[in-house]
């Protein structure tokens, strides 16, 4: 008999540290176990107490031109959230806790690796109630100029991301990728993959005042049809792989883990954060359940062979 899936959390606290790649401001990270039905919660230790704290919900996203950021009632925002929702979801994880120190979750190297190999090294727990799953029962789609995104109902039990982007640029060019959502797939195939912008708007966001935290240690920077960092891509389809990535942070802001298909032709923050609004608008297309686990929670050979 196949076990339970119950709802996971870290094992122990857990801390890093890095700058805002907007803000450039430094801010500590403070990870930390919590209890069934938490979700996910951000508290922004540098404010006061009462207007910390901010849920990782779809309908709290304030702004998507440059990430994802999260305002709550009392006016206290969290900017870039979305490459540590995508490593927080990715493995897994249903609850915890998320101290920052500042109004910016550090980039770190642009991608969610650092963030990935910290949850992993840590450890992940099981607790004791069921997870609940979002099945999605009829097509949900959003469309905003040549950006669409929807989540379809799916035959298995699994939760699958396709997405394709074109640019004109050859050094990215039209790109197409599919995965199925696992801890395993997310860890090796996506959480490496670095965000990516162009020179132009670089030089533009540093004129503004903004953008003061980025660098090619930290981003994948294109001028025309070349790679401006030295080292070049980790990996041939690196920018289509970043899209899913983001894609993973975005939708985690629907709250519960997904059973469908995702599919985006030129996706992005916005859109996805469209997406998310109207699954958690028209509840009529999907249903929550609790399933059978297809495989065990990570073990430490799970976990050491991922890193």
Known sequence: MKQQAYQQALANTAICAGI???SGERARLTLKPAAVGTGIMFRRADVAESQS??????DLVHDVALGTKLKNAHGTTLSTVEHLLAAVYGLGIDNMIIEVDGPEVPIMDGSSALYTELILRTGVKQQAAAAQYLRILEPIEVQDGPKSARLLPTNDD??????????ASEAIGRQKKSICLTATSFARELAFARTFGFYRDIKKLHSMGLGQGASLENAIAVEDDKILNPEGLRVEDEFIRHKILDA???LALIGHRIIGRYESEQPGHSINNLLV???LKQKEKWVLETRKAKSAPLSAAHIAACL
């Open 248 to 250: 993973v942070g975005d």
């Open 158 to 167: 699994a939760f699958h991301l396709e997405a394709e982007i074109d640019f």
């Open 277 to 279: 609004r109207e699954v």
């Open 53 to 58: 704290w901010i849920e990782a919900r779809g």
């Open 20 to 22: 805002g790649v907007h």
